[in-house]
């Protein structure tokens, strides 16, 4: 049989996984990150401080995976083929990196506040979306159905909104109104996930119905 059988004969698509593409596009944005660093050079805390807040959250998603293969099974499972695959590297890869690019365009010298703020939304950011991630995983191997307690108790997608939190982090770091066009980016991306995620949960688990009217969607209290 020829190679370019063997995907139908094991029940596979041909290409790779959604979550092969992402993480080649996390490690495209470490690359580009420190090619800006050597090409342009670390001027001043606003692009130290940038580089460390983007750089650990690339290497934090590829070393979950690891800590927790699990994670592997749960995570973007469909399959893409190259034109899917180069979309990826480009637009999480590439157009993510934004932010880091005008971090080392500008030349304003970043002030505390501004690292004050940008640190506390990333460490709560990071604290929420690991939290999340660690709290389900593990609910959903020991085998229960839909998790609404802990931290998922209050906000239905409060993954979401540790990551939210990140990438508004590195937009205050950046320090101009173009670098929000990515946490604006990934917000819409996230609306559309919460409204199909939400129609799964309803047709799945008969109590969401209950969750969704002590909860809130994305923002705890407002929506």
Not at 68 to 79: A, D, G, M, W
Not at 188 to 202: C, N, P, S, T
């Amino acid at each position: 049989m020829a190679v370019t059988d063997q995907p139908q004969r094991y029940g596979k698509k041909p290409g790779w996984s959604q979550l092969t593409a992402i993480n080649t596009a996390k490690l495209l944005t470490i690359v580009l990150l420190l090619v800006l660093a050597v090409l342009m050079g670390v001027q001043g805390m606003r692009q130290a401080i940038y580089l460390s807040l983007h750089i650990s959250y690339c290497s934090w998603w590829l070393l979950e995976q690891w800590l927790f293969p699990e994670r592997r099974q749960q995570l973007f499972k469909e399959r893409v083929g190259l034109v899917e695959f180069g979309l990826a590297l480009l637009f999480v890869g590439v157009l993510y990196s934004l932010p880091g690019l005008l971090a080392f365009l500008n030349p304003v010298p970043i002030v505390p506040a501004t690292v004050a703020l940008a640190l506390v939304l990333f460490s709560f950011g990071s604290l929420i979306n690991t939290s999340a991630d660690i709290q389900k995983t593990t609910a959903k191997a020991m085998g229960a159905g839909l998790v609404s307690d802990g931290i998922w108790r209050r906000v239905r997608h409060v993954n979401y909104l540790g990551d939210l939190l990140r990438y508004l982090s590195f937009a205050v770091v950046a320090g101009t109104g173009w670098a929000y066009l990515v946490p604006g980016m990934v917000l819409l991306i996230y609306l559309q996930r919460i409204g199909v995620k939400e129609k799964q949960m309803g047709a799945k688990y008969p109590q969401f119905s209950d969750y969704q009217k002590r909860s809130s969607r994305l923002l705890p209290g407002i929506w």
